[in-house]
């Protein structure tokens, strides 16, 4: 069994700072590649950036140069600091972790809100 488990978000005002976090746990022997998806009403979920366990990134346009994704592989933990935060940012962010467990699959949280107001 692994969990992923988000938190940090909350509501912030436009140009503002979060910073979430991914814990994972359970039954792991290696933790691949980690991620930060993001669905905000009425839309589709979408990637904004994920990291290889070596520390290789890549980020959606739309936030390149605001968030920077990065992980403590000896904590398990992926975290997404996001600065200059926009109305546009707003969504619930979903962590995703490729896990080998008893099985390789990639695993989600549950989620946590983040809502910018302007």
């Known amino acids: 069994q692994v969990q992923l488990v988000e938190s940090g978000g909350g509501l912030v005002q436009a140009g503002g700072s979060l910073r979430l976090s991914c814990v994972v746990s359970g039954t792991i022997y290696w933790i691949y590649d980690m991620a930060w998806y993001r669905q905000a009403p009425g839309k589709q979920r979408e990637s904004v950036a994920n990291i290889t366990r070596a520390g290789q990134s890549n980020y959606a346009d739309s936030v390149k140069d605001r968030f920077t994704i990065s992980r403590d592989n000896g904590k398990k933990t992926s975290y997404l600091q996001m600065n200059s935060l926009k109305p546009e940012d707003t969504a619930a962010y979903y962590c995703?972790?490729?896990?080998?467990?008893?099985?390789?699959?990639?695993?989600w949280g549950q989620g946590t809100q983040v809502t910018v107001s302007s």
């Open positions: 995703a972790a490729d896990v080998m467990s008893t099985t390789w699959r990639t695993y």
